[in-house]
């Protein structure tokens, strides 16, 4: 798997604030919610970051589970590791979607939350979840179609612009509708899916779309012909709106629960 971002320790040490947004605590408590996991269970976490939903999974399957969990950035698993210090049953290993390392018919439920925006070759990725799945076993995808995304703006020509260059950073930014064909031809039956919406009027840096700001003026800076003063006046742009109370940013993620077929032995 080919990732279009590197997570090095700043990035890894901005994700690890931005996880505890209230907007992905909700995120974090529909994903378990559907994963639906029970005591003992053997759980894949596919790109576990900072390690928040990998010790929530913990505390679900106790001591008598095991999860695998995984990431392309090793300044990730460093503060995964750390958080999930109190969970032996917890192997966090690097490693990338395209090669799980887990056997065959291995595992009972599987997550991958913001993962496959990253991916080059999905039917591939989504072929090898399928592979480590037990017949019965039941896999969450959460991710993002950024044509969801709105953000208001004073000026919407440069906000489109800004958008366009930083959807860049993903290998497909509007992955979340190809799912239901690559879920089908891996033989994974998609039982339910439904939007996971962020709102948010302000950008603070404990909110997700706040602690975007800074990194898109960052990123899209010196590409597609926008330069650093006129990403930084983009910037200055939404905290004026929020000082004059008119921010707005919402932006869907999508959840997919989906089974594999067959019937698992311990059913």
Known sequence: MANAISFDERAAQRLDRQYSAPSLVEQRRRTLEAMALRTGESVLDIGCGPGYLTADIAHAIGVRGRIVAIDTSQPMLDIARSRCAAYPQVELKLADAARLPCEDASIDAAAAVQVYLFVDELDAAVRELARVLRPGARAVIVDTDWDSVVWHSSDPARMQRMLDVWTQRYTDAHVARRFPGALDRAGLTV?????????????????????????????????????????????????????????????????????????????
């Open 191 to 267: 039982e339910h899916v439904d939007a996971i919406p962020i709102v948010e009027l302000a950008p603070s840096e404990s909110s997700y779309s706040g602690s975007q700001v800074s990194e898109l003026a960052r990123y899209v800076a010196g590409k597609e012909g926008i330069d650093a003063d006129e990403a930084a006046a983009w910037s200055q742009d939404q905290h004026e709106m929020a000082a004059r109370h008119e921010y707005f940013f919402a932006l869907n993620r999508y959840i997919f629960v989906a089974r594999k077929h067959g019937v698992s032995q311990t059913a």
